[in-house]
Every structure is written in C-alpha cells, then in structure tokens.
C-alpha cells in the first residue's frame, strides 16, 4: 500500500499542550491517538490506492479529554478530503479548535430559515425550521429534511458546513420548482429516532416508527394549518447517512 505523510501547520503561537493526532473514516474516527500521533509535525501512514476519506486534526490532553481542530471562530470545521493516488504529501492547515464561541461571529456562508417553530413531540419539544422562496406564500410542495441542524446555516452544524438548502431551493424557484422545506433538527437521540431497529447506538430500542408517526399526525397537519393542504404526491422526506 502507498505510503500518505500528512503534514500539519498550526495558527502561530497556538502549539497547544497533549499529543496531537490524526483521526477520520480510515481509522472510524478514533478518539485516541494509537500509531497516528504527530512527531515533528508529520504522520506516515499506509493506505490502499484509490482510498476517498475524510481527516481531522485531535489533540489528546494530558488528563485525557480531547479537543477537535476547528475554525478561526472557535466552530467545527469540515474534514480534510484525502484521495490516494499512490505516495504523497498531503498538508493539513487547522485553522484553529474548537471552543466555548462555538462559532460565534464566522461569517454566514448559506441563508437561514425564515421561520422557526417548537411542536410537541413525545421526545420533548421538536424545533421546525422552515423556508420557502421569495414571493410564494401559499400551499407549495413540501420537502421534510432530517437533520436540520445541517440543513441551512453552518453555526448549528456537525461537519462545519450546511446543506446550503435554501440556495439550492431558491434555484429551484427561480427555475419554475418552487418548494417549502422543512428541516428538523435532531439531538443525541439521532441513532434512535432514524434507526429502524434495536441496535447498540440506540439502546437497543428504536424510536423510530414512533417518529415516523409524530410526523404523520403532528407535524403534517401543523403545517397544514399553516400553510395550506399538500397533496401526499407533492411531500417528501429526505436525509443523509441514517436520516436518508
């Protein structure tokens, strides 16, 4: 298998204490630094041609806890795309870690959504984030996004980057496709809630068909009351990893 060096440059003057590492989808996103701890700012490693992953730069502390690389704002950051194309170089620039700012201040890249409401849930208050485009008001074919929390702007996001649905919505509009969206964000319970059978993420008990349910019975008459009647030809439910 080729061998990958990955390099890491640091913000100046941010050398932080512990053992900085490299983790991402080759390795599961191990949480410890096993045999890919930076020594003078490099990690070798031999991965199989043609691999696609994702990496991110961790720092272990020396009381155990860890600290992922994050944004100049203290958010989270996107990984590192890494492709295999034989022996390489691959630099790793961190921008900075993540933090109690929490992203508070980054710039917003993607539109947020125009209206958020709480509905009751069996699982406790349910955020609903909605949009529509410009100058459609009434009844539109509706689209449901799991994970909302990734769905529009980036501060709320897992991976440092958002769905940028309203942009690609907004397009749709523009081009005769108009459509409303709405996005539910989704906390800890995600592996219950999306997964439709017990397994070791979700305690062994799937909450799934009781949310597949709430959106039947809660959330779409909500927005019917809301909005107007939709057609069941004219909704859609959509999502990524387990939410798709």
């Not at 919505?169 to 997964?195: F, I």
Request: hydrophobic share 40%; aromatic share 10%; with cysteine.
């Amino acid at each position: 298998m080729p061998e990958v060096r990955f390099r890491l440059h640091l913000p100046p003057g941010s050398l932080p204490a512990g053992t900085l590492f490299l983790t991402g989808d080759f390795r599961g996103w191990a949480a410890e630094p096993g045999p890919f701890a930076f020594v003078q700012g490099e990690v070798r490693a031999n991965l199989p041609d043609g691999t696609l992953t994702g990496v991110k730069v961790r720092l272990h502390h020396p009381d155990g806890t860890v600290t992922e690389e994050g944004d100049a704002w203290g958010g989270r950051a996107p990984a590192h795309p890494v492709v295999v194309r034989g022996p390489g170089l691959v630099e790793l620039t961190v921008a900075g870690w993540q933090d109690a700012r929490a992203g508070q201040g980054r710039p917003v890249r993607s539109a947020p959504p125009r209206q958020e409401v709480t509905l009751a849930a069996p699982w406790g208050p349910q955020r609903v984030r909605l949009w529509w485009p410009t100058g459609h008001d009434g009844p539109l074919p509706l689209l449901i996004l799991h994970d909302g929390q990734n769905v529009f702007d980036e501060g709320p996001t897992f991976a440092g980057e958002s769905w940028d649905a309203a942009g690609a919505a907004q397009t749709l509009a523009e081009a005769g496709w108009p459509c409303r969206v709405a996005a539910l964000p989704v906390n800890e319970d995600r592996s219950r809630r999306y997964v439709p059978f017990p397994f070791e993420l979700n305690a062994f008990a799937s909450g799934a068909d009781e949310y597949a349910d709430w959106l039947r019975d809660a959330l779409l008459p909500d927005l019917r009351e809301r909005f107007g009647p939709v057609p069941a030809s004219h909704v859609a439910l959509v999502g990524s990893s387990f939410g798709g």
